[in-house]
DNA sequence: ACATTCAAGATTGTCAACAATTTCTTATAC
DNA sequence: GTATAAGAAATTGTTGACAATCTTGAATGT
């Protein structure tokens, strides 16, 4: 493992690849259904066969990519039956990590979240689309923090990568903020009131009505 | 790839050397932070190290096996507030199952699990711990067959893995049954009963209940 | 024209050797 | 006697080569 002149000179290592390679999936820079051929990868990537060999095992047990005996690996491609289910899935850890956040949470962590339900109102107010969708994310990341549950959050994290390409659409569908945003404040006034079962309700009303314009967007 | 005289004279596949650690992880022949030697492995399963390797590699990201750079692998010793967590995971999502159960349930079903109910409370009644616990794990896999979740089928599978050991010590605590006979019996009433909303609340009472008494035999 | 067979090319699966790192053992100094 | 350092052993990380398998396309026969 030598380094010259501040760049590394060694090939990349397996950990590295996998992370390489799972950005560029759900980044969509590696379109659903592609085929991933290591030997391609590899020279794409500056790394061995047998690396990227690893890299796309570790995928396919995580779920973004699908392999074949003998025929390779391709970018799995889920379906919106899969992405309603994967929703349904989050609703129930994300009820469960609001219901721990609403038992858990501090004053601080309290005034915190208000402030970002401010945040949001305004951001409708506005029509500022990236700042609300800005600001969702936050809330949904900071529930789980909150909620200290590292299994829900880990399993989450995974599922989430395997739909992301749908929750995208959704994020700018027009007139989904004035729906969503009651929604969301009655998440944060749920848990701010230390109100677990208020606030696993919310969380999963708000997460079913995800799953549902899913759902329909198809038909 | 010969076959002489009905036994297979390859070695083993990755696919198979991953089914074959599992099993003995679960099954606790490798039991918790015992140092998973590759060359070991091999030897001992009569595979080449590059295969052990790469099954090791998926039971990491499964959460079975633990590895640290340059230092190997472990089997992965859950403590259990991990234990606890993961249970609360299986309420949640066994709770989602249980909803989708109730709405997807037909008659033939419903009376298999009545037929069911009719076997726990008997074995109860005759103190019969084995066929009690045998039919407490057909209910929970029955119900999340009739759900037909598939992604909250997968990752409550996966979760289990992790777990069984403590899921295996709760099953012969003494007058454990006593408390956990009405509430499967609550579950399957209100499956039978297409009631969602109270088929998820008594399994996630149901499981909650597990995790109270597994951080109990901790403390 | 259509189906079948067979060879060539592409791709994945497996393995054994080599390199890098960590851990253990032993020798040396204080 | 303890601490430090150097060397040996054990173990993991990586790579390239070879074997097995699948796919493609041309040749052949009906």
């Known amino acids: 493992m030598e380094t010259l002149g501040g760049t590394t000179a060694r ?23 592609q085929r991933l051929v290591e030997a391609d990868l590899a020279a794409e990537y500056g790394a061995s066969r047998g690396n990227i060999r690893a890299a796309l095992a570790e995928l396919t047990v995580e779920g973004l990519v699908e392999r074949v005996q003998n025929r390779g690996a391709r970018v799995r491609a889920v379906s919106v039956e899969e992405a309603v289910e994967i929703t349904e899935v989050r ?29 949001m109102k305004d951001a409708v107010e ?37 739909a992301v ?12 903020p004035a729906v969503s945003l009651p929604q969301h404040l009655a998440i944060i006034d749920a848990v701010c009131a230390h109100n677990p079962d208020a606030a696993a309700d919310a969380m999963r009303v708000h997460l079913e009505s995800v799953a549902d314009v899913i759902r329909s967007t198809h038909s």
Do not use: W
């Not at 990590?97 to 005034?111: F, W």
């Not at 990236?130 to 600001?135: I, L, P, Q």
């Open 11 to 33: 090939s990349l290592t397996v950990a590295e690849l996998v992370d390489m390679l799972r950005s560029a999936i759900v980044g969509g820079d590696l379109v659903p259904n």
């Open 126 to 162: 506005r029509g500022d689309r990236d700042s609300y969708s800005e600001c969702n994310q936050i809330l949904h990341a900071r529930v789980i923090d909150i909620s200290a549950q590292q299994t829900a959050a880990a399993t989450i994290h995974r599922l989430r990568g395997q």
């Open 165 to 176: 390409r749908f929750q995208f659409r959704l994020a700018r569908q027009p007139g989904r």
């Open 91 to 119: 609703a129930a850890l994300e009820a469960l990590c609001a219901r721990k956040a609403a038992e858990r949470i501090t004053d601080d962590e309290a005034v915190e979240l208000q402030e970002l339900a401010g945040r």
